[in-house]
């Protein structure tokens, strides 16, 4: 059991390994890929790094995502005000900042109320209905 646990650790810091050189040629996408499977909350400072690289990339988006998350507010305000966020705050809840608008309703929301892909950004209930839109015309409705 311990063998394995070596094992998985060191697949783990090669997979790592591979992050830096990613963010430096801007793979941004990739980096995050390996990030979110294998990285490890002492590597928190390369997330940051990561959003710099996606903040470069021009995908402002994921950029917000990240600072958000883990209390970069500095630059979590910055990409705010590039995405035309200022000001603006979640339509559910008044007290948190807006990180995205929704492509679909036009509505602004927090972090809880919506989700990020690539550069788009899309509120829970417009995901839910344009998932259940899909799967309807999957099955012939
Ligand atoms: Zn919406
Ligand atoms: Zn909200």
Redesign the pocket.
């Known amino acids: 059991m311990a063998e394995f646990r070596k094992e998985q650790e060191e697949k783990r810091r090669q997979e790592m390994a591979k992050v830096p050189g990613l963010i430096q040629r801007g793979e941004a996408f990739k980096a995050k890929e390996i990030m979110t499977s294998h990285s490890s909350p002492a590597e928190q400072g390369l997330w940051r790094e990561l959003a710099q690289c996606f903040e470069r990339e021009g995908i402002l988006q994921t950029a917000m995502m990240i600072y958000n998350r883990d209390g970069y507010n500095a630059e979590r305000d910055r990409v705010a005000g590039r995405l035309g966020l200022t000001g603006h705050v979640c339509c559910n809840h008044a007290d948190r900042q807006a990180i995205g608008r929704?492509e679909?309703?036009g509505?602004y929301f927090c972090i809880g109320c919506g989700e990020e892909w690539a550069n788009h950004f899309?509120?829970n209930?417009?995901l839910a209905e344009s998932r259940r839109d899909w799967t309807s015309r999957l099955r012939g409705w």
């Open positions: 929704c679909k309703c509505e899309a509120c209930s417009c």
